[in-house]
């Protein structure tokens, strides 16, 4: 069995021409963490993990420090047994999703390498054409209603809306972009746990005649009681996003019959393990999945596009993160379109690597066996 030899850990600074606007922050820039496994048989595993300290608790410093301890417990070990490395990162030091995520998509990567087979085909899946919505930043109504047309002309499936400044403006953002794109194409709402109860049932039973799919995120993290009378009062589905990290808060969601559905993110549930079994329990629960995503490049996008092929239940897609960069960091894997069309490869695991222009301009360090 082959054991792990080195392990680099690479920080992508990848700027945004605009900055783009949520409930939560400004973001200007992604600072992303690329973790690569190499083995004792040559092959190489990639990995990437967006740390979003407004929602995770990691920032790109902390981020970058705790990939080199996961990386001690990493060294010398057989990268194969992928359930026992993971549970070994957690067992070291808990929490740290997202860059414990970039360990989970390497391990996984270098797996499918092994098999040579495409991620998709190692997870047991189906090789398909996936739809992502495109997402607007908050701005103005008349702003957000000029690029949902634009969106929609370029022949994008579903818009998702970033809102949560106030009832009447945000109600105004809807009404801007549904008169501007007509009907057909459905919103996506997300208020990034913006509202309270009472204002979250007067605005989505004031947009309930403007073709709105879901509501994700309305109220703060922690209240999923309120969650649960939301959803029992409003004419719109609703999703969980920042409520929902891992397996255990799945199943309390479930139980709670709180949300109608989840958003898995990778840097949330520490990558594809975790999501697998968010997933399963959204399942059997009857409750639909989105696959979305912090600031990922096309690496970890990627990675997302081949277990959503492995996920029939993954029903919703939000991947457009890359749209925001200036520049894509990495090479191979999807193929993405800007009206959110992604296209997989059939490159054995899921294809994408750091550029060597990026290799070269980013901050960098390796660990080795001694
Ligand atoms: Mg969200």
């Known amino acids: 069995m082959p054991t792990i030899t080195k392990i680099e850990i690479i920080e992508l600074d990848i700027p945004y021409p605009h900055p783009f606007k949520i409930a939560l922050a400004v973001m200007n820039s992604a600072r992303n963490i690329v973790i690569r496994v190499h083995d004792s048989d040559g092959l190489v595993g990639v990995g990437e993990g967006c740390p979003p300290r407004f929602v995770t608790g990691e920032a790109p410093e902390t981020a970058f420090e705790a990939a080199k301890l996961y990386a001690q417990i990493l060294i010398g ?38 098999a040579e087979l495409p991620l998709y085909a190692l997870l047991g ?98 209240n999923i009681e309120g969650l649960k009378r939301v959803r029992e009062r409003s004419p719109i589905a609703i999703m969980a996003d920042e409520s929902i990290f891992d397996a255990h808060d799945a199943f309390r969601l479930a139980s709670h019959g709180a949300v109608d559905y989840f958003n898995i993110k990778l840097a949330k549930s520490a990558g594809i393990h975790g999501a697998m079994k968010i997933n399963a329990i959204g399942e059997v629960a009857g409750i639909k999945c989105m696959l979305g ?62 550029s060597p222009e990026w290799m070269e301009r980013s901050k960098k360090i390796v660990i080795s066996e001694k």
């Open 125 to 222: 899946g189906e090789k398909k054409v996936i739809y992502s919505n495109r997402t607007i930043g908050i701005d103005s109504p008349d702003k957000m209603a000029a690029i949902a047309k634009q969106h929609v002309e370029n022949g994008t499936k579903a818009i998702k809306v970033k809102v949560g400044t106030g009832k009447a403006e945000d109600i105004e953002r809807i009404r801007a972009i549904r008169e501007a794109i007509g009907n057909g194409v459905p919103l996506r709402l997300d208020a990034n746990q913006a509202w309270d109860e009472i204002t979250t049932i007067n605005i989505l039973t004031a947009l309930a005649e403007y073709e709105i799919e879901v509501c994700e995120q309305p109220l703060p993290y922690w």
């Open 77 to 114: 070990k057989n990268p194969m047994e992928i359930d026992t490395r993971l549970r070994e990162l957690e067992q070291y030091m808990l929490k740290n999703p997202a860059i414990r995520c970039a360990y989970d998509l390497a391990l996984y990567d270098l797996l499918a390498k092994h």
């Open 293 to 354: 995503g912090m600031s990922e490049s096309l690496i970890g996008v990627g990675a997302g596009a081949h277990l959503i092929c492995a996920c029939p239940n993954i029903s919703l897609h939000d991947l457009d993160s890359p749209f925001h960069f200036t520049e894509e960091p990495s090479i191979g894997g999807v193929d993405f379109q800007p009206n959110g069309t992604v296209t997989l490869s059939d490159d054995h695991g899921h294809g994408a690597d750091v």
